[in-house]
């Protein structure tokens, strides 16, 4: 079963809302096809049922018992003894010839239910019956039953009756149809019914007792009982069952080593003659003689080949058994639909196929319509659900925001729901067309090098700059081949890694320019696994020549630049240890040349911190705050100024920093809090950790600053009216700025005027 997962937190989609709907739809079908297919399973008398029975029937056919000879009442006999019926010594005569030749059994398919005008013929007949002493003849039942009387028998009469073997019904039931496909093996009036003429010249066939076939369980109507249905399982030979002239019999042109031991069966065939019946041989041969039927039912018979229905309760089990397998496959293969209701109709003829040759008839059909109704509702409740989907997607996607102008729309039909949703699948498709051109054109106009690739690493989309970068055209080409002809640093030629391998780093690729490579996952709008890559390659070779230029030129400042003046500061100190140099004269050179290295120091320090030249290690912020105040310290004692610090053992938390410039921000903080405070006040640090983030505070008492300058205060080069008195050229505080933005903090300030300032960093704490 195709399903849809549902996440945590979220909130079912339209398509799962769908099939949770169709599932218990589907549910509620299988409710009614259910009980629907059993009460057709019942149904017996489906005429697809029957021609389904009698092609059947034909795919296994039964050989003829050799045993069986018709003696036929034909054309040819009525021409030779004149027309019917016959004098009854006629009859007598045949029997003494039969009883001579020591058949098995005779069963006497005329019937003799009045008696002849001549007593003495009668008697005639009755003295061969009692002499073969092996000889069944029929009785009739009434056609229609008298009035508020039960349905009653016609009996041969009473000297017939009395010297036969036995004497049973021959009645055969027709089906809806009006064929013959069944009898029944008892009947009669109740309580005492009789037993069907073919059996009865079957059990003299068989030494060893027999229980009749078929369910013993009675059915009656207007008072005639019958039970033990079998369906006849009628021959499909050319020859049919071997047959000898009544005449011929009679005159013995037939060897006696013909008829003895035989199941001789007597009865008419010559058409206009006799009972006749349509049964599943009348499309091929015509109407079939009642003797065919007697001679059909004894042959299967006597190869316990006799066809008996399934009962109702294995009936209704295997054919809701069948269709409820269905259903439940069609739920969870629903993409296998066609196949699996082709292969259940397959299965249930295979079933019945092999039932019947086993001697037991179900009929499939019932399983068959609920699996064809099954498999149409499941397909008009897919289709259904499917333009309910797009109805709902294509809505939505109409609502989204428009990128550019929208061509016109075509008006859809009224009325026509199809029509309709054919008409905005067609907008979508030119919507998704033009922004498809959209991102294409803007893709290739984008200033850096730029390519698309698909889940497998071949290129889908590269734009002009890109195809400029490697000199060739890459649509279709592996990505990661491509890299390593570049240069790209770890890519050996053989087996190349995957896409999602890359990071956002930096190389110099073959021709000495440097690259920066970033890659970016391309997500489904639904989330998952990525459908994509966006990577992009900037060329940063001129920044990285500024770099270079800027990295002399901070050498400059830190080595060529202050060397002059530290060199100055010594001369002066020698001068003025010799007594040479004019005092006023010395300070004020002395004092000139310390501003002039103190700002050069700011200068180098803000250039580090605006740097890419970071070393990051974990560090305990603890020990940067210690080393901040060993350096602070001496400024402090100068203005009596006491420092004092809150870090306790939850406050020990560990950044990922680069020590040195972290220290040297700290210690800026700390030196303009000592600046800006008057002798003998306190400056306090606190440090503390609290869900992820680490937060020092360091506050002073001192003159404060007002509130229109905070929002300037991390620029460069500005000076504050609460800075005046004091040196300095504004880049304290922006380089603290820059080095807290490169670890990923925060920074804050609150102050207020003659009350103190206080400046909070927040850092980010550095997971186990």
Not at 551 to 562: G, N, T, Y
Request: overall charge neutral; glycine content about 8%; some cysteine.
């Amino acid at each position: 079963m195709t399903r849809w997962p549902r996440k945590e937190g979220r909130e079912p989609t339209q398509a799962q809302q769908l099939f949770r709907r169709m599932v218990r739809e589907w549910l509620g079908v299988s409710l009614i096809l259910l009980p629907l297919t059993a009460v057709l399973s019942l149904s017996h008398g489906l005429t697809l049922s029957n021609l389904l029975y009698d092609n059947l029937q034909r795919l296994s056919p039964l050989p003829v018992d050799p045993r069986i000879l018709i003696v036929t009442i034909d054309d040819y006999s009525l021409q030779q003894l004149g027309k019917w019926p016959w004098p009854r010594p006629v009859h007598a005569d045949l029997l003494d010839r039969l009883t001579a030749a020591q058949p098995r059994g005779v069963l006497f398919d005329v019937i003799f239910s009045e008696p002849d005008p001549n007593p003495e013929n009668d008697q005639r007949l009755a003295q061969a019956l009692c002499q073969a002493g092996n000889v069944y003849i029929p009785l009739l039942r009434e056609g229609v039953a008298r009035f508020d009387q039960p349905l009653a028998e016609i009996e041969p009469v009473a000297p017939l009756s009395q010297c036969a073997k036995g004497v049973g019904h021959i009645n055969a039931e027709a089906d809806a149809d009006g064929k013959v496909r069944s009898v029944y093996l008892r009947e009669g009036p109740a309580p005492q019914p009789r037993a069907q003429l073919a059996w009865l010249l079957y059990q003299a066939s068989t030494d060893a007792a027999v229980a009749l076939p078929g369910s013993s369980a009675p059915q009656t109507a207007q008072g005639w009982q019958r039970s033990h249905n079998v369906r006849i399982p009628f021959i499909r030979q050319p020859g049919g069952f071997p047959t000898v002239p009544y005449v011929s019999v009679l005159r013995g042109d037939v060897p006696a080593q013909l008829l003895r031991d035989r199941l001789i069966l007597i009865g008419s065939t010559a058409p206009g003659l006799g009972d006749r019946y349509v049964t599943p041989q009348s499309a091929s041969l015509g109407t079939t003689p009642g003797i065919e039927i007697q001679a059909n039912l004894l042959n299967g018979l006597l190869q316990q080949r006799s066809i008996l229905v399934l009962g109702n309760g294995w009936t209704l089990s295997l054919s809701t058994a069948l269709v409820a397998a269905l259903l439940a496959l069609l739920l969870f293969r629903p993409r296998r639909a066609l196949w699996l209701t082709l292969g259940g109709l397959a299965s249930a003829l295979l079933v019945s196929a092999l039932l019947l040759r086993a001697g037991w008839w179900w009929s499939p059909m019932a399983s068959l319509l609920g699996m064809i109704l099954g498999y149409l509702v499941w397909n008009w409740r897919r289709l259904n659900a499917v333009l309910a989907y797009f109805g709902w997607e294509l809505q939505r996607l109409d609502n989204e925001p428009k990128v550019f102008p929208e061509r016109r729309r075509t008006a859809a039909p009224a009325g026509d729901v199809l029509q309709g949703q054919i008409v905005a699948l067609e907008q979508a498709m030119s919507r998704t067309r033009d922004t498809r051109r959209f991102i294409a054109d803007g893709l290739e106009y984008l200033p850096v090098a730029t390519l698309i690739s698909g889940p497998d690493g071949r290129v889908l989309l590269a734009n002009r700059n890109a195809r400029g970068l490697f000199a060739d055209d890459l649509v279709g080409e592996p990505l990661m081949a491509r890299l390593a002809g570049l240069g790209y640093p770890g890519l050996a030629e053989g087996a190349l890694p995957a896409v999602s391998t890359l990071g956002s780093s930096e190389f110099r690729d073959t021709q000495g320019r440097s690259l920066r490579l970033e890659l970016a996952p391309l997500l489904p709008a639904d989330g998952g696994a990525a459908i994509g890559w966006l990577l992009s390659l900037t060329d940063l070779s001129l920044e990285r020549e500024a770099e270079e230029q800027r990295a002399v030129l901070l050498r400059f400042l830190s080595h060529d630049l202050r060397a002059p003046h530290s060199a100055i500061l010594a001369l002066l100190d020698v001068q003025h240890q010799q007594g040479s140099a004019d005092p006023q004269l010395h300070s004020q050179i002395e004092v000139q040349v310390r501003k002039a290295l103190g700002l050069t120091e700011a200068f180098v320090q803000l250039a580090k911190a605006e740097s890419e030249a970071y070393q990051f290690a974990p560090s305990m912020f603890a020990m940067l705050v210690l080393d901040a105040f060993d350096q602070a310290m001496s400024c402090a004692q100068l203005k009596q100024i006491e420092l004092l610090h809150d870090l306790d053992e939850e406050a020990e938390g560990m950044v990922l920093a680069d020590p040195s410039l972290l220290t040297r921000a700290l210690f800026n903080l700390l030196e303009n809090a000592i600046k800006y405070s008057p002798p003998r006040s306190q400056v306090r640090v606190r440090v503390s950790c609290a869900q992820g983030w680490l937060s020092c505070e360091i506050s002073d008492q001192g003159q404060g600053i007002s509130a229109q300058e905070l929002p300037e205060l991390f620029s460069q080069y500005r000076r504050f009216a609460s800075a005046q008195g004091s040196e300095g050229l504004g880049l304290g505080l922006s380089m603290v700025k820059a080095v807290v933005d490169r670890h990923g903090g925060r920074i804050f300030c609150q102050s207020r005027v003659n009350e103190g300032t206080t400046f909070r960093m927040e850092l980010p704490l550095l997971e186990d």
